[in-house]
């Protein structure tokens, strides 16, 4: 096929294909070959993606247990629309902080299907629009036992997905208290790219984690990072999924929500690629954000304090995602703006009605387009 761009001015082909979905995109590298050169260029990729992470899709998630089937929808931070993005009939889905999006837009969730007894782990692909069942069986390598929580990221050297999955050790062998192991699977990008189902066997790691994982908090996605609260101690247990390894990291100093005096509410965040600790008064509403600067040494700092006022619903409060100097905020039934150096709160005309936390946030990138 000849080329369709011979005479196309290459400054308006290159903003034309900036503005392209990923989908649309992939079409155009079988058509085009100069468009295919161009759409494989790490510099090309690296501005689409910057772009694309200024006007990221926010998921939230409504489930009407009683006609077994679950959907979400998706705000879109750059036109302010909400719209119906998936929805699936005849699956039981646990709760929000069973799920879990990636900046890449795969969403992992758990859900028992058909009136089954038995929990089954989901993959879909809010890009590619396929959904996937992962193997829970013993032939799969999957050790049955109850789960406690779980996290999916994207691993640029390897190209494939890793999904960690804590589960509570109910028989410790050689402790005398309960703790969590950990088995991981590897998921190819092109098993949601073109549903050809290539991943490995679940892997048992070796090493156990004896802090009690905060199941009420979603898992925090920070690179390859993932990152839970501890129930019983001021840390950050964080899991590397590219060495497979687990690490603790300490609070700030002084910080505690683990006392039955504290006040504190606290957040895991993801601060533009660091991770990111919330703390929230619930008494006087006054916050403070810090930001871990060094994993060794456990330095936080401690970069923005603010209050934010009476007009929060603490219960029905959680941070969606920062960007440059400003929060993104779901309290209750509305999306609000907060910007750090103005110290000034913005609506966003919205009414998502929906009072549990958010899912997760995406952006449209190429990592498996």
């Not at 196309?8 to 082909?13: A, G, K, S, T, Y």
């Not at 990636?102 to 969730?109: E, F, L």
């Not at 208290?177 to 190819?188: A, G, L, R, T």
């Amino acid at each position: 096929m000849e080329d369709i761009n011979n005479n196309f001015p290459h400054d308006l082909e290159y903003e034309i294909q900036l503005r392209l979905q990923p989908k649309s995109l992939s079409r155009f590298q079988s058509v085009s070959k100069s468009w295919g050169n161009q759409i494989l260029d790490p510099c090309f990729r690296h501005i689409y993606h910057m772009r694309s992470k200024k006007n990221p899709k926010i998921i939230f998630f409504k489930n009407q247990v009683r006609y077994h089937m679950a959907e979400w929808t998706c705000f879109n931070t750059k036109t302010l629309s909400l719209c119906n993005i998936f929805t699936t009939k005849g699956t039981s889905v646990c709760p929000t902080n069973t799920m879990m999006v990636t900046p890449q837009g795969i969403m992992c969730y758990v859900g028992i299907k058909n009136n089954m007894m038995e929990s089954q782990i989901f993959l879909y692909s809010f890009i590619s629009k396929l959904l996937l069942e992962l193997p829970m069986d013993s032939s799969s390598g999957f050790s049955k036992a109850p789960i406690a929580s779980f996290g999916i990221g994207y691993i640029p050297s390897i190209h494939r997905f890793k999904l960690a999955l804590l589960f509570i050790n109910v028989t410790p062998s050689n402790l005398p208290y309960p703790h969590f192991k950990c088995q991981v699977i590897d998921i190819n990008n092109d098993t949601l790219g073109d549903g050809t189902r290539n991943y490995s066997n679940w892997r048992l790691m070796d090493e156990h984690i004896t802090d009690l994982v905060d199941s009420s908090h979603s898992t925090v996605l920070v690179q390859t990072t993932l990152n839970w609260k501890s129930c019983c101690n001021a840390v950050v247990i964080s899991f590397d999924l590219e060495s497979e390894k687990f690490r603790r990291v300490n609070y700030p100093s002084g910080i505690n929500d683990i006392s039955l005096y504290s006040t504190n509410k606290l957040y895991l965040v993801n601060l533009q690629e660091k991770l990111g600790l919330l703390i929230v008064d619930s008494i006087t509403h006054d916050a403070s954000l810090w930001k871990l600067q060094d994993h060794g040494s456990h330095t936080w700092e401690k970069i923005y304090k603010f209050s934010l006022g009476e007009a929060f619903c603490i219960n029905h409060f959680w941070p969606i995602y920062f960007q440059d100097e400003e929060m993104v905020i779901h309290s209750k039934d509305s999306v609000i703006l907060y910007n750090f150096n103005k110290k000034t709160f913005k609506k966003l005309d919205i009414n998502v009605n929906l009072n549990d936390p958010p899912v997760g946030m995406y952006y449209d990138t190429l990592c498996n387009g």
